[in-house]
């Protein structure tokens, strides 16, 4: 969903957004809810609000499929990308809630998106206590032990291992 910037009302615009991001947008599956307020402040465009989003993760040491609900504030500052000039720099801590928009228009999609991507876990796992797979035999060790044997000892580390006998 695109808003035109000249169409917010002085007294700001809310709206309530529900979209079905793809694999493509973000890494799984992902439905998004927002109602966001949108505020003009001279050539700025104030965005806040609550992100719902129920995403499709795969677990990093099981790997698993499962499904993850996230609740999230919104809180984004757009200035027209002709601010931004042409020179690059490394972001500094109060341009991390910074936006930009071209053409006179907010593409509401792209920001859920992006809302989505930055709060997702770096490291999804679907529990705290999850077991992961056998390193050996690959036998997932949440539903039971694998009947590979002992894990084996990495030879460069066997003269520590010579230490724990002690």
């Known amino acids: 969903m695109k808003i035109v910037i000249a169409d917010i009302p002085d007294d700001g615009l809310i709206v309530d957004l529900a979209e079905n991001l793809t694999p493509e947008d973000v890494s799984l599956s992902c439905s998004a809810t927002a109602r966001i307020s949108l505020q003009k402040v001279g050539t700025e465009v104030v965005v806040s609000g609550n992100l719902k989003?129920?995403?499709?993760?795969?677990?990093?040491?099981?790997?698993?499929?499962f499904r993850q609900?996230?609740?999230?504030?919104?809180?984004?500052?757009?200035?027209?990308?002709?601010?931004?000039?042409?020179?690059?720099?490394?972001?500094?801590?109060?341009?991390?809630?910074?936006?930009?928009?071209?053409?006179?228009?907010?593409?509401?999609?792209?920001?859920?998106?992006?809302?989505?991507?930055?709060n997702e876990q770096m490291k999804p796992l679907c529990s705290e206590q999850c077991k992961g797979i056998c390193p050996k035999c690959g036998t997932d060790l949440n539903a039971g032990q694998c009947t590979c044997?002992?894990?084996?000892?990495?030879?460069?580390?066997?003269?520590?291992?010579?230490?724990l006998d002690k």
Not at 53 to 65: E, F, H, P, V
Not at 69 to 94: C, F, K, Q
Not at 100 to 117: A, I, N, P, T
Not at 149 to 160: H, N, S
């Open 53 to 65: 989003a129920d995403m499709g993760l795969q677990c990093s040491r099981c790997l698993r499929d």
């Open 69 to 118: 609900s996230i609740e999230t504030p919104v809180n984004v500052v757009y200035h027209p990308i002709e601010e931004a000039g042409e020179d690059r720099h490394a972001l500094r801590d109060d341009e991390m809630d910074m936006g930009f928009y071209k053409g006179g228009e907010l593409d509401l999609r792209e920001l859920l998106k992006e809302q989505v991507l930055l």
């Open 149 to 163: 044997g002992g894990r084996e000892v990495d030879p460069r580390l066997a003269a520590l291992r010579n230490l």
